[in-house]
């Protein structure tokens, strides 16, 4: 049963993330003469296509040193940051191709989660999901699956949490 529900709440994070992520589609021109397109993100998944100079590719996503783009003709694939930091903005200008850094975390406007634990000798399996209205100020929803041997139960929690100090690393805060 904690297997199914697992999957599930795996699947509804996913899709969560999807939902609170932001829209950072640009476009970028290859200058070099060919970047190629990899099926996932790393050097160990093999080519399957290669973009030429001149070519425009769209970036739809980032997932570490890895870029999945999408070609003028709609192939798409995967393009390591050293590849990509070689390419130029259709204004002919470096593209800018910039590493996350803590200030965009810390302005970020919604979370999700998801926990597995134990809950005094019972499974939980939790997830949750939090919107910040100010870098202070949130609000969360939290469910909870509780199987055990003798008995199973549901947890629900609406918080609203405020951090005094989110510019700290580690920041007291109060629910």
Do not use: C
Request: hydrophobic share 40%.
């Amino acid at each position: 049963m904690i297997r199914y529900v697992a999957m599930i709440a795996i699947l509804l994070f996913a899709s969560a993330q999807s939902a609170v992520a932001k829209d950072r589609h640009y476009e970028v021109v290859v200058v070099e003469p060919f970047i190629e397109l990899h099926t996932g993100p790393g050097r160990g998944y093999p080519v399957h296509q290669v973009l030429d100079r001149g070519e425009q590719i769209e970036v739809l996503k980032r997932r570490t040193d890895w870029f999945k783009v999408r070609s003028s003709s709609g192939v798409e694939g995967w393009a390591s940051a050293k590849e990509m930091s070689r390419t130029l903005e259709p204004s002919g200008r470096p593209a800018k191709i910039e590493n996350p850094g803590r200030d965009d975390y810390i302005t970020r406007h919604g979370e999700v989660g998801l926990q597995l634990g134990d809950f005094g000798g019972a499974d939980l399996l939790s997830t949750y999901a939090a919107w910040m209205f100010t870098s202070n100020l949130s609000a969360e929803i939290w469910g909870s699956l509780i199987t055990g041997d003798f008995s199973n139960g549901w947890m629900f929690n609406l918080n609203i949490v405020h951090q005094p100090f989110p510019e700290w690393w580690l920041s007291p805060f109060v629910t």
